[in-house]
């Protein structure tokens, strides 16, 4: 799978430590991890965070030919993690990644590139520039399929952008939080559940499939106009940075190689669990330890040898 990934790159700021994060950042490292071939259009700073970032993507592995040097400064996210772990940010906006510049040699090379799907999320579009910037990337990609990861932020968001994001995209992937202010913001008749926000922003805004994460509780996945529920893993958290990033690329992943729909849910909770236990969005874990856990007894999800994700 060729995959174009769109937004932020900026360093999660910690009480006691630094991680390079950015949810385009995070998904892309996990979906080159699982053996797609993934480009980043982003930008940092002139500055030594930025130097950083670009000796930590390539340590990763990532191609940053697309990744701008722009005069900003490298975008940083200071985040405070409650007794769950589960992290709020606050982000000092405009940062290197809102000066990313489309030129026609750019476009060209992104063309090039054919990707089957571009990525995207809403903090990176907040700015009217950068929305038009998206849209014309699009325009220029009539075949590739759009996954709007939707990753709200507080003072970074408002509905109007989310429901513009929400008509372009083809897979929305939000979790349970996300869905209940969406649900009440909109409004959505009637009492909410997860089966009435998905049908109504499904038939709103034209998405084929959405997917809700409900943390260790698993994910709830709309299509062809049913819902259904996949349970998630236990796990002791440390902080849950990069948890819903992973698991949006390996259900794209999964989605993308034809699995059954049970076993994409259970690899991308899976990786989800794996990276919530760890420190940091990018902590190292391997394909190997997600098809244990999502193929474990009680679990009940095979994975063939021959459909394994590779390395």
Same mark, same amino acid.
């Given at each position: 799978?060729?995959?174009?990934?769109v937004?932020?790159?900026?360093?999660?700021?910690?009480? $006691?430590r630094e !991680?390079? @994060?950015?949810a385009?950042l995070?998904?892309?490292v996990?979906?080159?991890? /699982?053996?797609? #071939?993934v480009? /980043?259009l982003?930008g940092?700073?002139?500055?030594e965070?930025?130097?950083r970032?670009?000796?930590?993507?390539?340590e990763?592995g990532? $191609? &940053?030919?697309?990744?701008?040097? &722009?005069?900003?400064? &490298?975008?940083a996210a200071?985040? %405070? &993690?409650d007794?769950?772990?589960?992290g709020s940010?606050s982000?000092?906006r405009p940062a290197a990644f809102?000066?990313?510049?489309?030129?026609?040699?750019i476009?060209?090379?992104?063309? =090039?590139?054919?990707?089957?799907?571009?990525?995207f999320? %809403?903090?990176? !579009?907040?700015? $009217?520039?950068?929305?038009e910037?998206?849209a014309?990337?699009?325009?220029?990609n009539?075949?590739?399929r759009?996954?709007?990861d939707?990753?709200l932020?507080?003072? !970074?968001?408002n509905l109007a952008?989310? #429901?513009r994001?929400?008509?372009?995209?083809?897979?929305?992937k939000?979790n349970?939080?996300?869905a209940?202010?969406?649900?009440e913001l909109?409004?959505?008749?009637g =009492?909410f559940?997860m089966e009435?926000?998905?049908?109504? *922003?499904?038939a =709103?805004?034209?998405s084929?499939?959405?997917?809700? %994460?409900?943390?260790?509780?698993?994910?709830?996945? *709309?299509?062809d106009?049913t819902i259904?529920?996949f349970?998630?893993y =236990?796990?002791?958290?440390?902080?849950t940075?990069?948890a819903?990033?992973?698991f949006a690329a390996?259900? /794209?992943? @999964?989605?993308q190689s034809?699995?059954?729909?049970?076993?994409t849910?259970?690899?991308?909770n899976?990786l989800g669990a794996?990276?919530a236990?760890r420190?940091g969005?990018?902590?190292? *874990? %391997?394909?190997d330890?997600?098809v244990?856990?999502?193929s474990?007894p009680?679990?009940?999800?095979?994975f063939p040898? !021959?459909t394994r994700?590779?390395h």
């Amino acid at each position: 799978m060729r995959l174009l990934s769109v937004g932020e790159v900026l360093w999660d700021i910690f009480d $006691d430590r630094e !991680h390079l @994060g950015g949810a385009p950042l995070n998904f892309s490292v996990s979906a080159q991890r /699982l053996g797609n #071939q993934v480009a /980043l259009l982003s930008g940092v700073g002139k500055d030594e965070r930025g130097a950083r970032a670009y000796v930590v993507m390539r340590e990763m592995g990532l $191609d &940053t030919g697309l990744v701008q040097q &722009t005069e900003a400064r &490298t975008g940083a996210a200071n985040v %405070t &993690t409650d007794s769950s772990g589960n992290g709020s940010f606050s982000i000092v906006r405009p940062a290197a990644f809102d000066m990313v510049e489309l030129t026609d040699s750019i476009l060209a090379s992104i063309i =090039a590139l054919h990707p089957n799907w571009i990525y995207f999320g %809403t903090l990176a !579009h907040t700015l $009217d520039e950068s929305e038009e910037r998206l849209a014309c990337l699009l325009a220029a990609n009539p075949g590739a399929r759009r996954f709007y990861d939707v990753n709200l932020r507080h003072g !970074h968001w408002n509905l109007a952008l989310v #429901q513009r994001l929400s008509r372009l995209a083809t897979i929305i992937k939000l979790n349970a939080t996300e869905a209940e202010t969406l649900f009440e913001l909109a409004g959505c008749p009637g =009492a909410f559940s997860m089966e009435c926000f998905c049908g109504f *922003w499904s038939a =709103a805004y034209g998405s084929k499939m959405i997917c809700v %994460t409900q943390g260790s509780q698993g994910c709830a996945v *709309w299509r062809d106009g049913t819902i259904e529920f996949f349970p998630g893993y =236990a796990v002791e958290v440390v902080d849950t940075v990069g948890a819903g990033d992973v698991f949006a690329a390996a259900f /794209l992943h @999964g989605y993308q190689s034809q699995w059954p729909i049970e076993r994409t849910a259970s690899f991308a909770n899976a990786l989800g669990a794996i990276v919530a236990g760890r420190p940091g969005a990018t902590p190292f *874990w %391997t394909i190997d330890e997600a098809v244990q856990i999502a193929s474990g007894p009680g679990n009940g999800c095979h994975f063939p040898e !021959h459909t394994r994700p590779r390395h």
